[in-house]
């Protein structure tokens, strides 16, 4: 089997910062580093760190941000024989605020050649034969739907950047894995503190399976009327930026290596934890044997409501 990713490649400018700016404020930085980043690309990075046979489909241009991104995604052990440069785009780009005590961040994202990648880019074996098709929203929706549409395997949707999704896509979902703010928005709710009952009671009907992911208090996992919290191992955090990226990609590759949701969302907080003790997206995303060395001090997951 094998884990493909459909989706955005981007280079990162990493700033940190004391604090993160608000609206219409200006701080200084004390550092910048340029880091390979994009949700598809982190995503399939973090899978091709845990297992092979990972593929990525999508876009960069024909620049030289190009070479480096398909560069640090091959070091990580994923194909990128279907990601294609694209003339007269560059390749995105990401400005990331990092607070340099906790690592909280704000992502301002510029799609560049990711916007180019259309519905006759997916229609290819590796989507087609796929254990797992793992989909985001850095790339035109319409696209995101005819891979979906096109794929034989799993589809996991993380619905990020959140938007509007029309129910044909949803339809198309086995596994959908939104952050609380992106389950509040699909579910039409207001926003506002939510116990995880609450947040179960969102989730339900919107896809056969949805895992939220929670940050600093794990996952909820949400199938039929079955609802567990997945709390992650203790850690001590120094960058969370691309935290959520890490467990999407290790979700997917448990989930193609045979383990149950619940067995991967237990697994994938694990890889999600450890991805936080480095800077950047991918400066400290795990191998396998890192994760499960890690595993025993991950608490047993507890029934909601």
């Given amino acids: 089997m094998s884990v493909t990713v459909v ?68 070091d990580a052990g994923v194909n990128v024989g279907r990601v294609q440069r694209t003339d007269g785009a560059p390749t995105g780009t990401a400005t990331i605020p990092v607070e340099a005590a906790g690592g909280e961040n704000l992502i301002v994202v510029v799609p560049g050649a990711n916007a180019r990648l259309t519905a006759g880019d997916v229609d290819v074996e590796s989507v087609h034969r796929a254990g797992v098709l793992l989909l985001q929203l850095e790339v035109p929706l319409a696209t995101v739907q005819a891979a979906a549409a096109a794929t034989r395997g799993t589809v996991v949707l993380n619905p990020a950047p ?35 009952a609450e947040l179960a009671g969102l989730a339900r009907g919107l896809a056969p399976s ?49 383990r149950s949701l619940a067995d991967a969302v237990h697994y994938a907080v694990t890889a999600a934890a450890l991805s936080t003790t480095g800077p ?18 991950t608490p047993a997951a507890v029934a909601v409501g």
């Fill in 162 to 196: 959140p938007q509007s999704l029309p129910g044909e896509l949803l339809a198309q979902v086995d596994v959908l894995v939104p952050n609380e703010h992106e389950l509040v928005r699909l579910a039409g709710a207001e926003p506002g503190a939510r116990t995880p």
């Fill in 7 to 74: 989706g955005s490649l981007n280079e990162d400018v990493v700033v940190t910062v004391d604090r993160l700016p608000g609206r219409g404020e200006t701080v200084i930085g004390s550092a910048v580093a340029v880091l390979p980043g994009g949700k598809g690309a982190n995503q399939a990075a973090a899978a091709g760190r845990l297992g092979a046979g990972v593929h990525m489909v999508g876009r960069v241009g024909a620049d030289p941000a190009a070479g480096r991104q398909l560069a640090a995604l091959a």
């Fill in 210 to 258: 949805v895992v939220v992911t929670l940050g600093e208090r794990g996952a909820l996992v949400v199938t039929g009327d079955e609802a567990l919290l997945q709390a992650p191992p203790p850690v001590s955090p120094v960058d969370t930026t691309g935290a959520g990226d890490c467990f999407c990609g290790a979700l997917s590759s448990a989930l193609d290596r045979g």
């Fill in 280 to 297: 950047g997206a991918r400066g400290a995303l795990p191998d396998d044997d890192a994760v499960c060395a890690l595993l025993p001090r």
